[in-house]
């Protein structure tokens, strides 16, 4: 060795002067939200990047969530990476099937590969829904989707006080902190992770995805951020939304000549509510304008911390206020538990007047009413979802670089998209696009660079045709002209109209920010070409067939997508099998079942959970509680049926046996639940209904503990708690 000289050490570096990227992406965030775009609400954070950045005022996503989310990190349309909607309601067709293929690399591992740190923090909702368990496969993971540092959770939602983390693949308990937000702890991540990083290694550039679970439902938020919005909507939505308008002509965000289109005819006038749906109305608005201000606050941490090492000079941020529109899956009259809509159940106001004071605390899982979104998305008509209409696609997008703008506090009007990012992050790195990644040749990316804008305000615009699907409602923009046609409002989940039957509508937008003039039956030869111009489109995309299901498609065997229990009619499970997610657990509703606990009573009794599915919001509970087995069945937190023993077990082994027989006819209807130990049967009660399509977007099953909020009352809180004080050795679920 002492008489040889090593070769030169070979790595891949990136090119000189290659930014650090932080793409922020918020939940369910509509254009005409925040003061930035003109909004009622105050988003200093956004507001001070703009002075230094560039606004876009004609930037677009998907309509929902996980679509958005795959495109924005692709560079590709999300049919293309198999997400034409979110991975719950994924199907058996191409451009559906929630698999996001290896032939559409992320862009994560496209600059991890040329020298990034790479690091995700928030929500991912990217992974196939049955590859969400402990077998994986994990290729759709975070950490297998570029980035070094994972810290948040898989799905679409998760309850802000008491959420389901994962540190990479591995699930964690939150901090047991007083006053516990995720938000709040997702930002000490992504600081504690961006200023590790650049210590250790000042000169390699970072990439951190930052996707914040807010304001996506529940809105969840601390009260000192309510209160600062007390009395601010009391003028109702129809005022608000007016004044808004009137702030984004006044401010330029919007054409001097937008109109501002007529709320949906199913939307009330304010003015013609009761006065006790109004008085719960403010309250949901002072919510989540509430959700938005402390958003845009922690966000301002992050930024904070990155200027506090010298780095915001020579970082690309990307603040894009929301993955779609606003959301108006709260219904007419908003839900105090958001998992009424998946089932089916409309709450009422009297039953909510009740919980306005804790609206938005942990007691409760809330959205607000439709109404509010509309408000949220002006100057445009619809909401989250209608992917043929602005108010779903069009965003507020905020671009800040001091090294590569040369005058910030401008506004960029050229047509853009999600699928845009990827290609102007390549370019700004000077990286190119790779043709193979890992190995497997990649499709194009479908995106355009959006770098032509940053310094020509008057750059001619690029992106010129993009289609838009979305549950049936479906649009294509080309050259200037919008043609869509409107299949489904978001509140809209049955008795549809044929596709056939839908009615196109044309828009000229320039002339027509807003698409308020439908000038289709003076332009009948350009609608036909635009037409026709979709399904080219929609073919060349996969985008084909168009599929109008919504809660249908949440059901494996209806959507016809793989499900990890698929027809076996009984699991077999152990202690230290807990935060099973449920679209990997064995599917207990809608059928008799059987539970069989195979357990050791110790001395004194035994207490917690055996085996749980839900939470404080909806769900099943078999536990002991002063050493007396029960079934407590939680029907959306609305409604509890307890079954229990009137005696305590005895010292020593117990088969402990519950049988829940399902009347049948239908679903979600009741049935009788029978406790048995040792064959000898101890209680028997009724359930007189049941949840039919969903317990959970983010608690789990779980055996000897119950992870998160608590599905039954009186045996505790939280995984120590909750923790069974007896020996579990197996517990079998069987169903009919």
């Known amino acids: 060795m002492r008489d040889t000289r090593p070769p030169p050490r070979w790595e891949v570096t990136p090119p000189d002067g290659a930014p650090n990227v932080l793409i922020i992406l918020v939940d369910d965030l509509g254009f005409g939200a925040t003061s930035t775009f003109g909004g009622p609400v105050p988003t200093p954070t956004l507001e001070q990047l703009a002075k230094g950045g560039l606004r876009y005022n004609n930037f677009h996503t998907t309509s929902l969530c996980s679509p958005t989310r795959v495109a924005l990190k692709s560079g590709r349309n999300h049919h293309t990476a198999n997400t034409g909607s979110i991975m719950e309601t994924a199907t058996a067709y191409p451009g559906n099937s929630g698999r996001i293929p290896n032939r559409v690399a992320p862009l994560a591992e496209m600059v991890r590969l040329n020298g990034y740190s790479t690091g995700a923090f928030g929500k991912w909702h990217e992974t196939a829904a049955w590859e969400t368990s402990v077998s994986g496969p994990f290729d759709r993971w975070p950490t297998h989707q570029g980035f070094d540092k994972f810290y948040g959770f898989i799905g679409g939602e998760t309850d802000q006080w008491s959420p389901l983390i994962f540190d990479g693949t591995k699930r964690i308990d939150p901090p047991r902190t007083p006053g516990y937000h995720f938000t709040e702890d997702m930002t000490d ?134 993955d779609n529109g606003t959301s108006a899956e709260g219904g007419m009259v908003g839900m105090f538990n958001e998992m009424t809509y998946f089932n089916g159940v409309q709450e009422q106001v009297k039953d909510l007047l009740p919980l306005i004071d804790k609206w938005g605390s942990p007691e409760t899982f809330p959205h607000m009413s439709a109404g509010w979104a509309v408000a949220f998305d002006a100057p445009f008509k619809w909401t989250k979802q209608v992917a043929s209409d602005f108010g779903g696609t069009r965003n507020g997008l905020v671009v800040h670089w001091p090294n590569g703008i040369e005058q910030g506090g401008g506004i960029r009007s050229q047509f853009s998209h999600v699928i845009d990012v990827a290609p102007t992050v390549l370019e700004a790195a000077k990286l190119p696009e790779p043709t193979s990644v890992n190995g497997t040749e990649q499709v194009p990316i479908e995106g355009t660079s959006m770098l032509y804008t940053f310094n020509d305000a008057d750059a001619k615009e690029r992106h010129t045709t993009q289609y838009f699907e979305m549950f049936g409602n479906r649009g294509i923009y080309s050259d200037g002209w919008m043609a869509r046609t409107i299949h489904r409002a978001p509140w809209q989940v049955a008795n549809l109209p044929p596709l056939e039957s839908d009615v196109w509508e044309l828009y000229y937008v320039p002339d027509d920010f807003s698409l308020a003039n439908n000038v289709a039956a003076a332009n009948a030869d350009k609608l036909a070409e635009l037409q026709d111009l979709f399904m080219v489109e929609a073919t060349k995309y996969h985008v084909l067939p168009i599929d109008d299901r919504t ?186």
Do not use: C
Not at 193 to 208: H, I
Not at 225 to 246: A, L, M, N, P, V
Not at 253 to 278: F, G, Q, S, Y
């Open 189 to 322: 991540q992504a600081i504690n992770w961006v200023k590790a990083q650049q210590s250790m290694t000042p000169d390699k550039p970072f990439f951190m995805y930052f996707a914040t679970g807010a304001t996506h439902a529940p809105h969840h938020v601390p009260k000192e951020w309510i209160k600062k919005f007390h009395g601010q909507f009391d003028t109702g939505w129809d005022s608000i939304r007016e004044d808004t308008y009137e702030r984004q002509k006044a401010a330029g965000v919007i054409p001097a000549n937008t109109k501002l289109p007529p709320r949906p005819d199913d939307i009330a006038a304010w003015d013609d509510l009761p006065e006790d749906h109004k008085t719960l109305f403010r309250r949901q608005a002072e919510v989540f304008a509430g959700f938005v201000a402390h958003t845009d606050h922690h966000i301002g941490r992050l930024l904070g911390a990155i200027e506090s090492i010298g780095e915001m000079d020579n970082t690309l941020v990307f603040y894009i206020a929301g």
């Open 551 to 736: 809660i249908e498609r949440t059901n494996p065997a209806l959507a016809g997508r793989p499900d990890l229990i698929g027809d076996r009619k009984s699991i077999t499970l152990y202690e230290g099998m807990d935060g099973m997610m449920e679209n990997t657990f064995i599917n207990v509703k809608n059928r008799s079942l059987t539970i069989t606990a195979e357990v050791d009573v110790p001395e004194g009794g035994a207490s917690g959970a055996i085996l749980v599915q839900g939470s404080r919001y909806g769900g099943w509970s078999l536990h002991m509680r002063e050493g007396k087995p029960a079934y407590e069945y939680n029907w959306l937190g609305l409604e509890r049926y307890l079954v229990e023993s009137p005696d305590a077990l005895p010292a020593g082994k117990a088969t402990i046996v519950m049988d829940f027989d399902y009347d049948g006819g239908g679903m979600g209807k009741g049935g009788t639940a029978t406790i048995s130990v040792n064959g000898k049967q101890l209680a028997q009660g009724r359930v007189d209904k049941t949840q039919p399509n969903v317990f959970s977007a983010d608690e789990t099953a779980d055996v000897g503990l119950d992870n998160q909020t608590p599905v039954a009352r009186g045996i505790g809180y939280g995984p120590v708690e909750t923790k069974f004080t007896g020996k579990i050795h197996e517990i079998v679920v069987a169903v009919e």
